[in-house]
């Protein structure tokens, strides 16, 4: 019986623990069931995945009102990939939460953090599976509101700051989105997705369409932090809780870049969105500056943090760039990154937090002789790094293979060479780091033997996070096929909707 | 080897790629007890010669041994061919281990390093990449395992942690890296996008592709991409890795990374583009020249080091040249003698390097200014220094000879004669910077007060380094004497196809 209501239940779970968890409101009891809520929220979406692989999408009508009345969700290979990654994601910087927090987070607040936490999960999920344009703004809102309040709830104060500024662009974005959605309706009369895109494809380039494409696209673009609109981010991954940045490094911003392909193809279909307005061009010049602007600015950093945000921002870049490339291949490139980033990037700021748990500091100079004093953090830093570089075996190597394939299939060599040498940049932001770690010693007035190696609890998670980097380096199998399905079936439904026509 | 035939044969070449891993494990687990784990590194190092052996017997049997890991994308393994040319480089960096092995036993003792067994450990893995790039079926599994090698020399190349160490490995990683991303990536997802397929076949695969323009490109890339080859400009990864111990630089830098470069522009010409169809190409020409340009000039550039090992990594930048000018003269002949190059440079470079490294450790000296007179104290050390220099220099009666001699007849086949004059002013320019080393040694003024010479002032390095010395030299003359093994392998390769024969 529960197996049919598996779409629901991803969103309910998280959506139901958080209220329980502010409750209780003890730290270790509360970590314990917000850690289970999301291990089972992970297995959920591993089912919904194996369910649409194996039998297509799922349409499930919240509380037995059927569209277009009621709230639709829609469960395709897509969402189900992109969930599948942020709930096991999510679910594993539950885990390494504990001792991170203890050190971060003021005791009396860890309430907040776990509610906030499985809220924001329950937004996010809900904005991946809702099949309702509407929805997809009220979760959107949720989920916002919770991580402004994660973001806060750093001991440094310099968090709120940062907090601010991500509230009020996230609000400019999620209004932007609102107002998009409404002209939508107000040419369309509905809000479920399907619906939308029968119907605008009928109306054929209306100005209030194409206004309401540029409100969405604009919003959406700031919420993923596409270059120019991604100022709020770095701070805001700076001065978070580690694993409040790790979360939201490999959730939040991959959500977003999911609304944007899901508005664009399933809503608007790619021929409008690219062919008729051009987007394509935008979209794939505003990635290439992001891949090098960003990729500079992490280079010259010395917050490791503000490096890993900027890195995120480029690594943003690439998905919107294999968006923008308008072929399945590329599409493939941009959802495989999705999942793959998160990996690494979750990976990369679990490492950050380990060694700020020990030296109390994120600069480039408190990884300083490292590599001896934390020889298993550092050593998941230098991987999940490697990964980033995109070397041969981890998870990375194949994204950029995939973007660089999309890239020459449709012969375009200049994207493919400057892609290419993006991830050269990517050598020198992760290897000055590395290079601290491994070949300086700890730096005097540090206490060389207080700096052991990080707690049990934040390792296990770090290194599967690592080990599953080079797990879907060498497999692809799971990644390729849920990918290949979904950017088919992306094309095809367009495709299908112009038969029909 | 009745031993062997219980092995599959495809199984050998896993065994082939695994064994030094495990080595590599195990020698970690022995990693407190010095004596155990040089065994351990020995007894692998013996065991994976043994293999390769084997692998060779079955290649002179025709006995096909492929093996497929994991595809990485669809369509797209990780595959492994056994193929003539992959089991001469082979057998030449597994021989070699052994040596070298033993000589770095005495060598890290000897100059007391740090970090030896992550120095032993991350030597056997690199090993294990370069068998892995011998047996590759495919240009992405090149790439993966040549990627590898570099990341698993990194650590080698900056053992000594001081800051001439981290400037070194910087270069050396940084050049590496971004050539092999920004060029050999594109290179071969380039070839996959023209050819759909990324196999190594005889003849080619790019025989139906019509655009010319595209594949000169591609060439150019792979030439480049191929950073480990140290074509000129992107040659100053190889000097900067001298700050390695000798015995890295000895067996890496001198025989398995940069041959595993040369060995891949190599397999790109014979087994991608096909010999036949790299005459047609526009840029092969052009790059032959740049090969011809590095040659003449990084022997220049050697002439002016006064640091051994910096001339003698200047030596292999401009002989590695020797092997790219080979393949790209696009004869059978030419390739044959690169092919041999590989071979007979390694046994006469690694012993030069053993001996600048020997001369380092019995009597700290760097310089080749310092080293005058000094045939009276290491006369064993210096013998074998001639020895691989006249090999270098391509002399009767040393190995050298033969692949030089190929070489130029490949030249005057393929109607350049400006390849022959620049084979030979190398030959002088080689004499010129090496042979000035031993003759100093054994013949430079002596004091007037000098007690005439015995025994007792004899003062070599660790004598495991000096069996190491002496084998390697031996290896110079019994493969000009002996050269007929490799000539048949070689004479197997496709493309080749017995071009050469008649030698001893």
Redesign the interface.
């Known amino acids: 019986m529960l197996e049919q209501h598996l779409p629901a239940l991803a969103i309910l779970l998280p959506l139901i623990a958080a209220p329980i968890v502010f409750i209780l409101g003890r730290s270790t009891v509360v970590w314990l069931l917000a850690t289970f809520t999301g291990a089972w929220a992970s297995i959920v979406a591993f089912q919904l995945l194996l369910t649409t692989l194996a039998e297509g999408a799922i349409h499930y009508s919240l509380g037995g009102w059927s569209a277009p009345w009621g709230i639709e969700l829609t469960v395709d290979a897509l969402n189900a990939f992109v969930l599948l990654a942020v709930t096991g994601v999510s679910t594993m910087v539950l885990v390494y939460s504990k001792e991170s927090i203890a050190k971060e987070i003021d005791k009396a607040k860890h309430g907040f953090y776990y509610t906030a936490y499985l809220l924001a999960m329950a937004g996010l999920s809900g904005i991946l599976i809702t099949g309702d344009a509407f929805n997809l703004f009220v979760f959107l809102e949720i989920s916002s509101l919770a991580t402004y309040t994660l973001v806060s709830l750093a001991s440094d104060r310099r968090c709120l700051t940062a907090a601010f500024r991500y509230l009020i662009m996230g609000t400019i974005g999620a209004t932007f989105i609102l107002i998009g959605v409404g002209l939508l309706y107000m040419k369309t009369g509905t809000l479920n997705m399907l619906d939308l895109a029968e119907r605008i494809a009928a109306f054929d380039r209306s100005r209030t369409i194409n206004t309401g494409l540029a409100f969405i696209v604009v919003g959406v673009s700031i919420k993923l932090a596409l270059f120019p609109l991604h100022r709020w981010l770095p701070p805001a991954y700076t001065y978070a809780p580690s694993a409040v940045s790790s979360f939201l490094a490999s959730t939040a911003t991959k959500v977003a870049v999911y609304v944007l392909i899901r508005f664009i193809f399933t809503i608007f279909g790619p021929d409008y969105v690219f062919y008729d307005m051009g987007m394509d061009m935008v979209f794939m010049f505003l990635a290439i500056v992001a891949i090098f602007k960003c990729s500079y600015m992490a280079a010259v950093q010395n917050n490791v943090k503000t490096i890993l945000a900027f890195s995120s921002v480029a690594q943003v870049g690439y998905m919107v760039l294999g968006i923008s490339l308008v072929t399945t291949t590329g599409l493939m490139a941009g959802l495989i990154h999705i999942f793959n980033h998160a990996l690494m990037k979750s990976a990369l700021f679990m490492a950050v937090g380990a060694v700020f748990y020990r030296v109390g500091s994120v600069e480039v100079h408190a990884f300083k002789g490292m590599g001896k004093q934390m020889p298993f953090t550092m050593a998941a830093f230098t991987i999940a790094g490697l990964s980033i570089i995109g070397v041969p075996l981890t998870a990375g190597f194949v994204s950029k293979w995939y973007l660089v394939s999309a890239a020459l299939q449709q012969n375009l060599w200049v994207i493919a060479v400057l892609i290419l040498l993006g991830s050269l940049l990517a050598i020198v932001y992760i290897g000055r780091i590395v290079e601290a770690a491994y070949f300086h010693d700890v730096p005097e007035g540090r206490d060389a033997s207080k700096l052991k190696e990080a707690p049990l609890l934040m390792l296990i998670p770090m290194w599967v996070m690592v080990l599953a980097n080079l797990y879907f380096g060498i497999d692809t199998s799971l990644t390729t096929e849920a990918v290949g399905h979904a950017s088919e079936w992306l094309f095809q439904s367009t495709e299908l909707l112009e038969v029909a026509q | 080897m009745n031993l062997w035939q219980f092995v599959e044969p495809s199984m050998l070449v896993n065994l082939a790629i695994v064994v030094p891993v495990i080595g590599a494990l195990l020698l970690i687990a022995a990693g407190n007890y010095p004596n155990l784990r040089e065994s351990v590194t020995l007894a692998t190092a013996a065991l994976l010669f043994t293999i390769v052996l084997v692998i060779t017997d079955n290649t002179f049997n025709a006995v096909a041994m492929e093996t497929t890991w994991?595809?990485?994308?669809?369509g797209l393994s990780l595959t492994f061919v056994v193929e003539p040319l992959g089991v001469l480089f082979a057998l030449v960096a597994s021989f070699l281990w052994i040596i070298t092995t033993l000589y770095a036993i005495g060598y890290m003792r000897g100059h007391k390093e740090d970090n030896q067994t992550r120095f032993f450990f991350c030597f056997a893995i690199a090993i294990s990449s370069v068998m892995a790039i011998c047996f590759s079926g495919n240009l992405l599994t090149l790439?993966?395992f040549y990627?590898?090698l570099t990341?698993s020399t990194y650590p080698l190349v900056?053992h000594a942690?001081t800051e001439a160490a981290?400037k070194g490995g910087?270069t050396y990683?940084?050049i590496l890296?971004?050539t092999s991303?920004?060029f050999l990536?594109?290179a071969v997802?380039?070839t996959?996008?023209v050819t759909g397929t990324l196999d190594f076949q005889p003849g080619g695969i790019v025989a139906d592709t019509e655009n010319k323009s595209l594949l000169a490109v591609l060439l150019v890339l792979f030439c480049y991409g191929i950073g480990k080859a140290a074509i000129m400009p992107f040659h100053r990864w190889l000097p900067a890795a001298m700050v390695a111990p000798t015995p890295v630089s000895a067996l890496l830098h001198a025989v398995a990374v940069v041959k595993a470069g040369v060995f891949s522009i190599l397999k790109v010409a014979i087994y991608i583009f096909g010999i036949d169809r790299l005459k047609e190409i526009p840029t092969a020409d052009v790059m032959l020249y740049i090969g011809a340009a590095t040659v003449l000039i990084s022997s220049s550039i050697a002439m002016t080091k006064d640091n051994l090992k910096a001339r003698l990594a200047y030596s292999t930048v401009s002989q590695l040249s020797y092997i790219v000018v080979g393949a790209l003269l696009a004869t059978p002949i030419a390739a044959a003698g690169a092919a041999l190059h590989i071979a007979t440079h390694a046994v006469g470079k690694i012993t030069l390097f053993f001996c600048a490294g020997a001369i380092m450790v019995a009597k700290h000296k760097k310089n080749v200014s310092e080293m005058a007179g000094l045939g009276r104290v290491m006369p064993i050390t210096m013998t074998a220094f001639a020895i691989g220099a006249i090999s270098i220099i391509g002399l009767p009666p040393m190995a050298g000879t033969w692949s030089k001699w190929f070489l130029t007849i490949g030249a005057l086949e393929a109607d350049k004669l400006i390849i022959v004059v620049t084979l030979m002013i190398s030959s002088l320019l080689n004499i010129a910077y090496l042979l000035p080393i031993p003759i100093k040694a054994f013949f430079a003024k002596q004091a007037p007060s000098a007690e005439p010479w015995s025994w007792a002032e004899v003062q070599e390095a660790p004598l495991p380094s000096v069996i190491a010395l002496t084998v390697t030299s031996a290896g110079c003359l019994a493969l000009f004497f002996f050269p007929q093994p490799l000539v048949d392998l070689i004479n197997l390769i496709p493309g080749i196809n017995g071009a050469i024969n008649g030698v001893g």
């Open positions: 994991v595809a990485l994308f669809p790439f993966v990627e590898l990341l900056t942690g981290k910087r990683l940084g890296l971004s991303i920004a990536l594109l997802m380039g996959w996008a």
